[in-house]
């Protein structure tokens, strides 16, 4: 599996904050044309206007710098750093026609990704003192993945598959599609063999028979507790007995996630560290 550990990891950043600013500027940032003039030069810092977890500073520089690349961006915080209101966490200073035509671009990217970087970072403390790690999910915007994995990264927690490529995941849909649980296995194994792909298999299973047949059949790397309550997820990680790695999912809450990280199981995906985030509130301002 692939961990996005820094913005070398992702390959199409500024493709997508081209897009991005093509998105915004149009045929031009009209507002600021019609009344900043040419040669107007100023500095403006952006500024945390809440506590929080900062993340995004080099997607914020490259979008100043794709504006106008004589601009001066220089980060305070580096990512992953917590902030508090009223930290500066950059400066910008040069034309000011291209600070205001990147401001909101820039922001909007580092917000979101603070936003994910503050709740990945208060749901892993919520864990402390145990061996569960907190993952990600591909419940992510479209094209915004890898920064949204960074992201989770920034916060203390741990990235999951990055998409359909990079581990084999058997959900239930595969399972009733394939004709059950062992003919999955089988022909997914087959498939690998015949590829010459060497891929984790994690399969998942919605009840205890469905993780019994699991444990009868082997062949798999990683099981999905999906949607059990603490308690049957207890006596699923007692069968498993550390034989293959385990995972919880589904409606997972604040109330309950240390109790489900309390019976010992490996790992817990949480889709809402990615798709229901508010971001964190940051602000450019004139120096």
């Not at 794709?66 to 910008?92: F, I, S």
């Not at 208060?122 to 960074?150: A, F, I």
């Amino acid at each position: 599996m692939i961990e996005i550990a820094d913005m070398t990891d992702i390959p199409n950043l500024d493709e997508l904050i081209r897009m991005a600013l093509l998105e915004d500027v149009g045929d031009g940032d009209h507002s600021t044309l019609a009344c900043i003039p040419a040669d107007a030069v100023a500095s403006a810092k952006m500024v945390a206007k809440q506590d929080g977890v900062l993340c995004g500073q080099e997607v914020g520089r490259r979008v100043f710098h794709a504006v106008d690349g004589d601009l001066r961006v220089d980060l305070l915080v580096e990512d992953g750093a917590v902030v508090h209101k009223g930290d500066v966490v950059m400066t910008v200073s040069g034309h000011s026609r291209g600070i205001l035509t990147a401001e909101r671009t820039a922001l909007n990217f580092m917000q979101r990704l603070s936003g994910i970087a503050t709740e990945t970072h208060r749901m892993v403390s919520m864990l402390e003192g145990l061996h569960t790690r907190l993952l990600d999910t591909r419940k992510t915007t479209p094209n915004m993945r890898l920064l949204e994995k960074y992201a989770v990264a920034c916060g203390g927690g741990t990235n999951h598959r990055i998409g359909l490529y990079d581990m084999i995941m058997l959900k239930d849909n595969h399972i009733d599609f394939a004709g059950g649980i062992e003919a999955a296995i089988d022909r997914t194994r087959q498939y690998l063999a015949a590829k010459g792909k060497d891929l984790k298999i994690e399969i998942e299973v919605r009840n205890l028979d469905e993780l019994q047949r699991v444990l009868d059949h082997d062949g798999v790397d990683r099981i999905m507790l999906d949607n059990f309550d603490v308690e049957t997820l207890r006596e699923a990680v007692r069968r498993i007995g550390g034989r293959y790695e385990t995972e919880a999912s589904g409606g997972i809450t604040d109330q309950t996630l240390r109790h489900y990280a309390e019976t010992g199981v490996d790992f817990i995906s949480v889709g809402a560290l990615t798709h229901h985030i508010k971001s964190l509130d940051l602000s450019l301002v004139k120096k």
